[in-house]
């Protein structure tokens, strides 16, 4: 956990996207070389899966780093973050099996493509309410304590409300808040 809190801005962005983008076009690559677009359902769930637990690692282990500097105790609901921020990267070990189970089918030509998204479609959009849900609890829940652990006391929503806009994008908040983050933790890890 202590690595992610030490990573610079640029290895955390290369984690959730450079690395995810570099697997996929592995993926159509294996795809068009082999003729078997098989390559192309098994390679882009494991990008994006790799990208999503960089980002709930980095949620846990900031979020924790963050709780721990909490001196004063003046957010509560912190066993409520530990729920949110274990509930996105549980769903996405089982749906990351399940497509790679039906990756893996497919490439042996057993049953289509069609047969395992239409099983699977309802399961995954109402799972996904929940990862979205989850994953703004969390930054919205990591701003607040950020901004709490900066000034020693508790904000209101508008105090830092710019920085669970940076969390939500975070492919490109993540360069203004990881200095932050580092500047807090590394004199406490």
Same mark, same amino acid.
């Given at each position: 956990?202590?690595?992610?809190? !030490?990573?610079?801005?640029?290895?955390?962005? *290369?984690? %959730?996207?450079?690395?995810? %983008?570099?697997?996929?076009?592995?993926?159509?690559?294996?795809? /068009?070389? @082999?003729?078997?677009?098989?390559?192309?359902?098994?390679?882009?769930?494991?990008?994006?899966?790799?990208? /999503?637990?960089?980002?709930?690692?980095? %949620?846990?282990? @900031?979020?924790?780093? &963050?709780?721990?500097? $909490?001196? *004063?105790?003046?957010?509560?609901? !912190?066993?409520?973050?530990?729920?949110?921020?274990?509930?996105?990267?549980?769903? &996405?070990?089982? @749906?990351?099996?399940?497509?790679?189970?039906?990756?893996? #089918?497919?490439?042996?030509? @057993?049953?289509?493509?069609?047969?395992?998204?239409? =099983?699977?479609?309802?399961?995954?959009?109402?799972? /996904?309410?929940?990862?979205?849900? *989850?994953?703004?609890?969390?930054?919205?829940?990591?701003?607040?304590?950020?901004?709490?652990?900066?000034?020693? +006391? $508790? #904000?209101?929503?508008?105090?830092?409300? *710019? $920085?669970?806009?940076?969390?939500?994008?975070?492919?490109?908040? %993540?360069?203004?808040? /990881?200095? +932050?983050?580092?500047?807090? =933790?590394?004199?406490?890890?």
């Amino acid at each position: 956990m202590k690595w992610i809190l !030490k990573a610079w801005h640029w290895q955390v962005f *290369s984690g %959730i996207f450079i690395i995810p %983008i570099i697997l996929i076009v592995l993926g159509l690559v294996l795809a /068009q070389v @082999t003729f078997n677009p098989g390559y192309i359902f098994l390679f882009v769930p494991i990008a994006m899966s790799f990208g /999503q637990a960089v980002v709930y690692f980095w %949620i846990w282990a @900031t979020g924790s780093a &963050l709780i721990k500097r $909490d001196r *004063s105790n003046i957010v509560k609901n !912190k066993t409520l973050f530990r729920f949110f921020a274990l509930l996105p990267a549980f769903i &996405l070990v089982s @749906t990351l099996l399940f497509w790679v189970y039906g990756a893996v #089918v497919y490439i042996m030509g @057993t049953f289509s493509i069609a047969e395992i998204l239409y =099983t699977s479609l309802f399961l995954i959009f109402a799972l /996904q309410f929940l990862v979205i849900v *989850s994953i703004l609890f969390c930054f919205n829940f990591i701003a607040r304590l950020l901004n709490v652990v900066e000034e020693k +006391r $508790d #904000v209101s929503f508008d105090k830092y409300f *710019s $920085d669970f806009v940076l969390a939500v994008i975070f492919p490109v908040g %993540i360069w203004y808040l /990881q200095p +932050r983050i580092n500047k807090l =933790t590394w004199s406490s890890v």
